[in-house]
């Protein structure tokens, strides 16, 4: 059975995708959030709005929450903001930054549940924190942010998305430094793209408590067949050769107090400190090291050997955690700790640095995990460290809709 499906979907206009699509959500502050909102009624922000979006005094009605967004999405669909595609569609959507290119595959692929070999996961994801999301779809009954996916390619599979990318594009648009094209293939040239596709596994880059939502939205009903909406979820399906993976590095805070000098200390305990002139000089150029920023200064370490065999043993990430965010600032729950915060490369280590200074914390720099070490962890239903990894660029929302509606939910 193949893991790929077509839908009819709805493409934004490229007169209005300026107005309409956004970087990922959590690309921006909730500040931020707000202020795109307010000042553009058709900005999709509008229609992905959480409780931190919102006025204090409405952050607790979830039902309103939900009443607003999809007022907002049918706000954008009056003004006639997409464009359909009724047959059963499969989209090639090409994102370029600088000189980087990556061409995906947007379909459905089916919902399973953690175990499930079709879809590896490799994090764990939050209690609740999916809850919104699933109300969400079936509620606002659309979805526009895909699961994020990625694939070992092969040259069968690579002729196929080539061919289709030699048709005239239905999109062309340009946001946030990412220029974006999206073609069309629908009847013989789905299906050809369907076969080369194939049964091979796919690995979660990213949108691993939107695949929870939908889990959660299978198990609220029960008993659908296997053709029902809600049986398959949106995802973008990359090669693995043209996925780009930067780090996500750490900015953690001691809780005893402790001065400059006796945290050198402690983490001189764990390994040798080589201070550093500035960020080129401590910035690890492989894997096995990290760079630390701490009071105004640079200094670099070999991270200790792994705790284990496994393949998330051996991440850098995971060394880090278990030899000195662990024993020495005592973060035994990186997901929820509030001692512990991400800043991901694209933000900058200028941000780090700031962001550090304003609040004592300690910065460690890492090197970026590999799509290799993220698949061989995912092969071993291992679990990785939160934020091990920062996947760049990322699809922004509002280019695709997924209506619920067109495939027979709510019709």
């Known amino acids: 059975m193949s893991v790929l499906r077509p839908f009819p979907g709805l493409v934004v206009d490229p007169k209005w995708a300026h107005r309409v699509t956004t970087g990922p959500y959590d690309a921006y502050t909730a500040a931020e959030r707000v202020a795109i909102a307010e000042s553009n009624p058709y900005s999709f ?6 409780q931190e979006d919102v006025p204090a005094e409405w952050r607790d009605d979830v039902d309103w929450l939900i009443g607003q967004c999809a007022e ?3 706000r954008i669909y009056d003004a006639g903001a997409y464009r359909s595609h009724d047959q059963p569609s499969l989209f090639l959507y090409r994102l370029e930054v600088g000189d980087h290119v990556q061409t995906g595959v947007m379909g459905l692929v089916p919902v399973t549940e953690p175990g499930d070999r079709r879809l590896l996961r490799h994090e764990a994801v939050r209690p609740g924190r999916a809850d919104l999301l699933t109300r969400h779809l079936l ?16 040259d069968v599979l690579d002729a196929a998305i080539a061919a289709g990318c030699a048709d005239e594009p239905v999109l062309e648009a340009d946001g946030d430094g990412i220029h ?43 008993g659908i067949d296997g053709n029902h909406p809600l049986r398959w979820t949106q995802a973008v399906l990359f090669p693995d050769a043209e996925m780009q993976v930067l780090a996500a590095h750490r900015r953690v805070g001691d809780r005893t107090g402790r001065s400059a000098e006796d945290l050198i200390a402690a983490l001189s305990r764990v390994g040798h400190l080589a201070p550093c002139a500035d960020i080129t000089e401590a910035r690890p150029d492989g894997p096995g090291a990290v760079g630390i920023y701490l009071a105004g200064q640079w ?8 705790s284990g065999d496994r393949a998330v043993d051996r991440l850098d990430v995971s060394r880090l955690q278990d030899s000195i965010l662990a024993p020495v600032l005592a973060i035994t729950d990186p997901g929820s700790d509030p001692m512990i915060d991400y800043v991901p490369e694209p933000v900058g280590i200028d941000s780090l640095i700031e962001r550090c200074d304003a609040d004592q914390r300690i910065g460690f720099v890492l090197h970026p995990t590999s799509v290799a070490e993220m698949m061989a962890v995912a ?30 939910l709510g019709a």
């Open 45 to 50: 922000l509008n229609v992905t709005r959480s």
């Open 72 to 74: 907002s999405m049918q």
């Open 139 to 154: 509620e606002v009954g659309m979805s526009s942010s895909p699961i994020s996916l990625t694939y070992r390619t092969d």
């Open 180 to 222: 974006q094209t999206v073609w069309a293939l629908s009847g013989e040239a789905a299906e050809a793209l369907i076969v080369a596709m194939g049964d091979r596994p796919l690995y979660v880059t990213d949108g691993h408590h939107r695949l929870a939502a939908a889990v959660e939205a299978l198990h609220r009903n029960p």
């Open 299 to 306: 200094f670099s370490m070999d991270l200790p050997a792994a």
């Open 379 to 408: 092969d071993e239903d291992g679990l990785m460290p939160p934020k091990s990894s920062y996947f760049e660029p990322k699809p922004r929302s509002g280019v695709f809709v997924r209506r619920l509606d067109r495939e027979g």
